[in-house]
């Protein structure tokens, strides 16, 4: 690519005047071109073969006349919005840890039971020799469960 075949088109955009809006102009940006989402932007869609035609699709579009006086009515409906969804979103990411805990207890409990399997062939096959305390074997096998549903090696 270089300036003699692609074009810089630089559309002429609200701009804020203070140090602490650039977010909420962000978020408006890109809700008008939310707006124009279904508009085709194409030499052919415009019917011209001009290239002034792409430099006021932007400057001169409706969804883009706004300005530092609607700023602060955006500001107040970002604010609303994120009141409204903020229950919604703790609901959610309460009922994830919920299914993430769930799935860790049903994970450790089958560990468990392959190490309660394994630890009883196990010492079956010992026959004459000297056996664990069975509590000492029980906090064997927690240890191993509790390093296996961490991911660690057992």
Known sequence: FNKDTMEVIDPKV??????????????????????MRNRRITYGAAG???????????????EFNFNMSDIGRVRDELKQ???????KYFEAKAKEKLEQDEKRKAKKRKIQAE???????????KD??????????GEA?????????DGAEV
Request: negative net charge; aromatic residues 10%.
């Open 14 to 35: 609200p701009y804020q005047d203070n140090s602490w809006d650039c977010g909420v102009f962000v978020c408006r940006y890109a809700y008008a071109l939310y707006l």
């Open 48 to 62: 011209v073969e001009t290239r002034p035609y792409f430099r006021n699709l932007i400057t001169d579009s409706p």
């Open 81 to 87: 919005l994120i009141t409204n969804l903020s229950p």
């Open 115 to 125: 190490a309660t399997a394994k630890a009883t062939t196990s010492a079956d096959a």
């Open 128 to 137: 004459g020799e000297e056996k664990k305390s069975e509590e000492d074997h």
């Open 141 to 149: 096998i927690d240890r191993a469960v509790d390093m296996a549903v």
